[in-house]
Nanobody, 122 residues
Framework: VQLQACGGGLVQAGGFLRLSCAAS????????VAWFRQAPGKEREFVAV????????YYADSVKGRFTISRDNAKNTVYLQMNSLKPEDTAIYYC????????????????WGQGTQVTVSS
């Protein structure tokens, strides 16, 4: 099982990026998939999650209204569209997956991808 996150980069405040998380070795449509992030010197933080049942979504208050999580089951990929980016969004972003869990606790996810760096300049 492998989760491959990509799409990070350097962007100015107010800009946008779209992160992708592609899975191999599992059928993403049967998994809840979440994005977490970790900034230097800070704790890991929940960002967004999409459940495998009905595709319901949930967001951290800090990104609500600016970020959108979605999935393309045909491509076995989950996306995180990030708009109106702020310098405080700067972090390494990770995608996580679980068949049994779609919540905000990272340690309850079975699979982790490598991170992708997002840097927002002011």
């Amino acid at each position: 099982v492998q989760l491959q996150a990509c799409g990070g980069g350097l962007v100015q405040a107010g800009g946008f990026l779209r992160l992708s998380c592609a899975a191999s070795g599992l059928t993403f449509s049967r998994y809840g998939v979440a994005w977490f992030r970790q900034a230097p010197g800070k704790e890991r933080e929940f960002v967004a999650v999409i459940s495998w049942t009905a595709g319901s979504t949930y967001y951290a208050d800090s990104v609500k209204g600016r970020f959108t999580i979605s999935r393309d089951n045909a491509k076995n990929t989950v996306y995180l569209q990030m708009n109106s980016l702020k310098p405080e969004d700067t972090a390494i972003y990770y995608c996580l997956a679980s068949q049994l869990y779609s919540g905000t606790y990272a340690n309850r996810y079975a699979y982790w991808g490598q991170g992708t760096q997002v840097t927002v300049s002011s």
